[in-house]
């Protein structure tokens, strides 16, 4: 999946010279002589504030519009939307499973546009246009119009996830990305709540327009008007950020080229990009991305059908949705902390993919009318553990690349490939299976097994890699991750000083 520098190794230059000391945890400088890359303790803690209450809240608020807009077409479902569209046979299971073919194809495009046109500006773009497209579906009259209308959202929407993952890494280190991360995603597991919620209400006004029809537009119209204000305050590089100090940004600028990127700013450069794709490891990731991609959209899209097997009506169903998905919100919140504070995703991950895995086989083993409350107890494990690993997975590969074209590559990829897990997910939960979908939840399921057997083998492999570097270089005392500054690896993980995130 990789190899160690052979030039470095067999020379039988003394390497362990060129290593930078490790910094001490209570310190802010990097001892290697280097002065710019001081980091300023004060004005390091009042930027990383700043991003966290700045930047964080509107991603937060973006991704809750990108989650309403994406998910509510299950709510829908719910309360007729197929039938009043005229669906028959396996229309609705078709749909769902070629609105996924966008982000497949479109993720790297879109996710590099925001490496070469900044974030400011395509970012909110894409939000305002999925807002358009789906007040639009509140007017659609049949099959073909709610079609062309989840395709032209799922376009709008490529892209906009691992553009935000890609972002991000442009302003925190790699031991701050993955809680980062969920804290913007863990707005799906409250917007999965908050959509149950309005589904409730809004399912109960008697007015001209169906209860799906107003669902589509109050949730539209919201992503609309937030689209339009994100172009006036998201920033696309530290520089742009004109709420902070010199030092702040000088703070800010050596963090990075210590703790996640050789060099900042970096021209765009595709040939870079496609070459990291070429590596084996990453087609690990791959598979790892479409196996726990099953869960994600399973239990992201279908959880309503899910709750509603239970013999629930459709207004408790989606207000049963609501404790589920608070809950994964916190587990989600807690992992990645953990993981971030301790720099180890493999266990983390591990961890998060066992609960949805346990959650689905139990679903599928369990007779819903008969055996309601373990069922539904069920639907706490899989929001438990289904959100981890698309925060886990995506900081994971991104730790390990010190080149921003290489990461944003990376990261379109892999989610497209996420989104090759919902395809299987979308084709499994068919209509000649429902309502138990028995087959669906064992699938899925074992999907997560597979993720588990892949996850620990990326961990074992880094670790061994980790360990022949250490010999290589003669070191008694391994070498971390953060010992060397990635500014000092221009040739990322082909330098031997390069150490892997386990």
Not at 86 to 113: H, K, R
Not at 354 to 379: E, I, Q, R, W
Request: a positive charge; one cysteine or more.
């Amino acid at each position: 999946m990789g190899h160690t520098d052979s030039k470095d190794v067999e020379s039988g230059k003394d390497i362990s010279s060129h290593v930078t000391p490790a910094n001490n945890s209570s310190s802010s400088s990097i001892n290697n002589g280097s002065s710019d890359l001081y980091v300023d303790p004060v004005a390091e803690r009042s930027y990383v504030r700043k991003i966290d209450l700045y930047l964080l809240p509107v991603l937060s608020i973006m991704y809750f519009c990108r989650y309403t807009t994406g998910g509510n077409i299950g709510n829908a479902k719910t309360d007729g939307m197929d039938k009043d569209l005229g669906l028959v046979g396996e229309e609705y299971s078709l749909m769902m499973t070629l609105i996924n073919v966008p982000f497949v194809l479109l993720e790297p495009v879109q996710t590099m546009m925001v490496k070469r046109y900044g974030g400011r500006v395509v970012i909110p773009s894409l939000l305002f246009g999925w807002g358009i497209v789906s007040m639009c579906q509140s007017v659609v009259k049949n099959y073909a119009g709610i079609l062309v209308c989840r395709l032209l959202i799922a376009c709008f929407q490529s892209g906009f996830f691992s553009g935000c993952i890609f972002y991000l890494t442009l302003f925190y280190k790699r031991d701050e990305l993955a809680f980062r991360t969920a804290a913007f995603y863990g707005t799906a597991t409250i917007a999965g709540a908050f959509t149950g919620l309005v589904s409730y209400g809004v399912f109960q006004i008697n007015s001209n327009l169906q209860g799906w029809q107003i669902l589509f537009l109050i949730e539209g119209a919201m992503t609309l008007i937030w689209g339009a204000v994100s172009f006036w305050i998201i920033p696309s590089t530290i520089s742009d950020c004109k709420w902070l100090t010199p030092e702040e940004k000088a703070a800010a600028l050596a963090r990075l080229r210590r703790d996640s990127t050789a060099e900042v700013n970096s021209k765009y450069d595709l040939k870079t990009g496609l070459r990291t794709l070429a590596e084996p490891k990453m087609w690990a990731f791959m598979l790892l991305c479409i196996s726990y991609g099953v869960a994600t959209k399973s239990t992201g899209t279908f959880l309503p059908q899910i709750v509603g097997r239970l013999g629930y009506s459709t207004i408790k169903t989606n207000l049963y949705l609501v404790a589920p998905n608070l809950v994964g919100c916190v587990f989600t919140l807690m992992a990645t902390y953990s993981s971030d504070h301790f720099k180890e995703r493999t266990v983390h991950l591990c961890v998060g993919l066992s609960f949805t895995m346990v959650g689905y086989f139990m679903l599928a083993g369990l007779d819903p009318l008969k055996s309601t409350a373990a069922s539904y107890a069920a639907t706490f494990l899989l929001s438990m553990g289904t959100y981890i690993p698309s925060c886990l997975v995506h900081s994971w590969h991104n730790n390990i690349k010190t080149d921003e074209n290489s990461r944003a590559m990376v990261t379109g990829v892999m989610v497209g490939f996420s989104s090759v897990g919902a395809i299987i997910s979308a084709q499994t939960f068919r209509e000649a299976w429902a309502p138990k979908y028995v087959q669906a939840l064992g699938v899925t399921g074992g999907f997560q097994a597979l993720a588990i057997f892949i996850t620990a083998g990326l961990g074992i492999w880094m670790r061994q890699e980790n360990k022949k570097r250490d010999r290589a270089m003669g070191l008694t005392t391994p070498l971390k991750p953060e010992d060397t500054p990635q500014c000092d690896l221009v040739d990322g993980d082909k330098d031997i000083r390069f150490r892997y995130w386990t």
